[in-house]
């Protein structure tokens, strides 16, 4: 026992008990709230918020982690202690920089913008939000500002999603990853379209609710630690292990908007769930990173949810749920139909093809916003002409365009979108790994058993919670640092057979 580790652990827990009392807050802002509690829910966030940073970088605790870097030297570098005083130094070292007065202030100005733009969006009305969403870009570069030696304004918010990742890197990576992209878009476009009429009839909303429980305790989702609710943007939000909840929003005239939000937001709570009850309360008690998360929930909504395995078991019962609408839909029809590959107005809702031209659209936006190359009077017009560019289609309005997205409205400006990319890459590398141990997966999928890939997951992934950086994450699961190659090879085998390439 050593007194000092316990004293760090008891402050540690109390500042994440704080946390998760303003993410319950959060959740219930976009869930359940009236819109009457908006201004005092967002004041009780802002308190919250405050406090946690206060005790986040009390010098007691500063001097407490310094001590007790000497005591992890001599602990097995992956040992739980041992990556907690490490992840502590890392977390005090980049939350000193910022001041309380600052998170209380940001977190109440983002309560409200998110507020006004659940009002503007559905009056597509982006001279509502805009004013709102001026000042949360201003809070971002504010943000930027308290870190010194920053290479662009950019790179402390994406640290605060992807550890170790920066603006620069990842303009790269997406560079060479649109180069590979764009020719395999061109290829399939340039053929009929697959026929998803069957997922455009009629579902009603509870029928579509019931099919989407079942697929998510299917694949081990738990609901005695977790609920399912509606919001207008899909989302996962833990505040224990024992406590992790997951949301979806429904469109009774498309049946895959609901189940795949379900199937991806599943794999979102998967990880949480799955994290070692020893971490529970304490910093490594949650993901690794947006970016490992999203190779969750993207391992489960696609790999997974979109094979033709998942669907040799689950079509029976998706039929079964809907009387008469697939009586005549054969399982190769369905399992092109969700797997369409159409340029697409909506990122939620694009083919796993296109999915990432959405996120570099995004990225680059962002990044010119917080550079102040582009004012937000012209980022309508500015999202408009990447979508005609790069995906030679034009929202209708700003509703289906600049506003479709929560992140800019719910949070800061930057660092909210790239995990989505690193997830699709870091998913596809995380299964090749998978498939060497138990080339089986496939097969159990398609009976229904969903035991081994989880159990692989939750051992090599899920258990550690945040105990390594993402880099190092990848490298102890696959030996290999992040590469796009296991990605292209799981595009071009899945839909190369799909359309005949």
Known sequence: MNPQL???????????ALQNAAAL?????????????AEANGYQQSVLARIATEKSIDPALGKLIGDLLPYAETLPADSD???????????????????PEFVGRAYEQIART???WTEARPENNYAKVMPELEKNLELSRELASYYPNVEHVADPLIEDSDPGMKAAELQRLFAELRAELVPIVKAITSQPLADDACLKQHFPADQQLALGKRAAAAIGYDFNRGRMDLSPHPFTTRFSIGDVRITTRINENDLGESLFSVIHE????????????????LPLARGASSGVHESQSRTWENIVGRSLPFWMHFYPELKANFPGKFDTVSLETFYRAINKV???????ESDEVTYNLHIMIRFDLELAMLEGKLALRDLPEAWNERYRSDLGITPPDDRMGCMQDVHWFGGFVGGGFQGYTLGNIMSAQFMESALKIHPEIPEEIAAGRF??????LTEKIYSQGRKFFPTELVRRVTGKDLEIAPYMRYLKNKYGALYEL
């Open 6 to 16: 316990d004293e760090l652990k008891s402050r540690l827990r109390e500042i994440s």
């Open 25 to 37: 807050l959060n959740w219930d802002q976009l869930t359940i709230m009236p819109p009457g509690g």
């Open 81 to 99: 202690d041992a990556c907690l005083i490490r992840m502590a130094k890392y977390d005090f070292d980049k939350m000193i920089h910022v001041p």
């Open 114 to 116: 998110y507020q006004v």
């Open 266 to 281: 599943s794999g979102h709570a998967l990880y949480e769930q799955g994290v070692n009850p020893a971490l529970e309360g």
């Open 342 to 348: 159409e340029p697409s107005l909506v990122r939620t």
């Open 451 to 456: 035991d081994v890939l989880r159990g692989w």
